[in-house]
């Protein structure tokens, strides 16, 4: 039931765009994404919820495609500071607020 | 706004002890979450409190257990402590409101548990 993110890994330059997807095997409720720098916290960026509504961060986007059971998070004209690990947390009608996890995507912004 | 604070930082103990993590959330959060991070298995959703109940429970043994206190601060007890409990916990709270959608989980920095 652990959503699975794809890339695992990704390395960028500085400005260049990139996209991590989430994909579940189970109709979503909700999607969450976080980001967190080595030894620090998961810091939350995004929610999108079923039927469309959307809060998070303004620099970056999301999308949250119900018949695919897939949401995918945008970061264009990348900064250094995005570097880090990239998780998507999810969970499922009537599954309460429990999240289950990715195992994370790590992206790495060079100058 | 003060954010979620959790202690210790590091705590070393051996296999077969107890260990006890402690979480204050953000004033006003009632909800208290706890996930296990080991290296490469990403976040291990452990337990769920809200307004001092137990609501959701992750899979794990019944050695990891918890409580919410009144103030809305919690404890997770490990019990029997096994070398594979050696991970990075991590507390979060968020605010919770019923049929009305998730809200944000806003996390502490953690507690590094290393079992010798």
């Known amino acids: 039931q652990q959503p699975v993110q794809s890339p695992q890994a990704v390395i960028l330059r500085e400005g260049e765009d990139a996209v991590i997807n989430c994909s579940s095997s189970k109709a979503l409720y909700s999607v969450h994404w976080y980001r967190q720098k080595h030894g620090e916290a998961p810091v939350f960026l995004m929610i999108?919820?079923?039927?469309?509504e959307q809060k998070g961060h303004e620099k970056i986007s999301a999308s949250f495609n119900e018949k695919k059971q897939q949401s995918s998070l945008y970061l264009t004209a990348s900064q250094l500071s995005y570097s880090g690990t990239y998780f998507c947390?999810?969970?499922?009608?009537?599954?309460?607020?429990?999240?289950?996890f990715g195992k994370g995507t790590k992206l790495t912004v060079n100058p | 706004e003060a954010g979620v604070t959790q202690s210790p930082t590091h705590l070393i103990k051996t296999r077969g002890q107890q260990a006890t993590l402690r979480c204050s959330p953000i004033s006003g959060h009632t909800s208290v979450y706890w996930y296990q991070q080991a290296l490469g298995l990403g976040l291990q959703f452990l337990l769920w409190y809200d307004e001092g109940e137990e609501r959701n429970r992750g899979n794990f043994p019944p050695r990891f257990s918890g409580r919410q206190f009144p103030n809305y601060s919690s404890e997770l007890n490990v019990n029997a402590l096994e070398l594979e409990d050696s991970a990075l916990y991590l507390c979060?709270?968020?605010?919770?409101?019923?049929?009305?959608?998730?809200?944000?989980?806003?996390f502490g920095d953690g507690t590094r548990l290393s079992i010798l």
């Open positions: 947390g999810i969970n499922w009608p009537g599954g309460s607020e429990k999240l289950v």
């Open positions: 979060a709270s968020s605010l919770y409101y019923q049929g009305r959608g998730n809200q944000p989980q806003h």
């Open positions: 999108l919820l079923k039927g469309g």
